[in-house]
């Protein structure tokens, strides 16, 4: 009877254990990603004016584009590529702001390839700038996922996006509210 103590509070211990040593190894990367929230959080007012002159930049885009004609079509191919490049920028911001509101308001592990994305993308906005060659990057990941719209050269709503870390803000606000540092009952 005593072996079968010995090897339940065994398992137990492993199984605590293991659990822990997953909480440590995972615990620097959900500190990342709440920092990134944080920061989100604070620039949502930020960001909206950002989409705001994105979305204005492509709708003068697309009205020079449309308003070409039949003979200057090398500028009409040059145009429409340079309106696609700025939706895959769009698109990428609206995937990559998605997924950080994703991870931190569900607690939902990402998938390799959205590992890989978070990454690239997250270095990119880093830099505050997307050079071509990062453009190469993104663009097959972007095509990939939102081709339809960018090749029919229809805007990303980041709206939805806004609304969503709003309700995260107003969320985690009236968590707190009422509360110090500990839970009082009521």
Do not use: W
Request: glycine share 8%.
């Amino acid at each position: 009877m005593n072996d079968k103590v010995f090897v339940g509070l065994v398992g137990a211990l492993c199984g605590a254990g293991g659990f822990v040593a997953g909480v440590l190894v995972r615990q620097p990367e959900i500190n990342q990603l709440q920092k990134q929230i944080l920061c989100l959080q604070q620039d949502v007012s930020e960001l909206k004016q950002v989409a705001k002159e994105q979305n204005d930049e492509i709708k003068q885009l697309l009205l020079n584009y449309r308003a070409l004609g039949i003979l200057s079509f090398k500028q009409k191919r040059e145009l429409k590529g340079e309106i696609r490049d700025e939706l895959v920028c769009q698109y990428a911001s609206h995937d990559y702001l998605m997924l950080l509101l994703d991870v931190v308001s569900t607690g939902k592990k990402m998938t390799p390839d959205e590992i890989k994305f978070y990454k690239q993308y997250g270095k990119m906005l880093e830099d505050n700038v997307i050079d071509q060659q990062e453009l190469e990057i993104l663009r097959p990941m972007m095509l990939e996922k939102h081709g339809r719209e960018i090749n029919t050269m229809k805007e990303c709503d980041l709206q939805s996006v806004f609304d969503g870390i709003e309700k995260y803000n107003e969320e985690k606000a009236e968590g707190r509210k009422g509360h110090g540092f500990f839970k009082l009952k009521k």
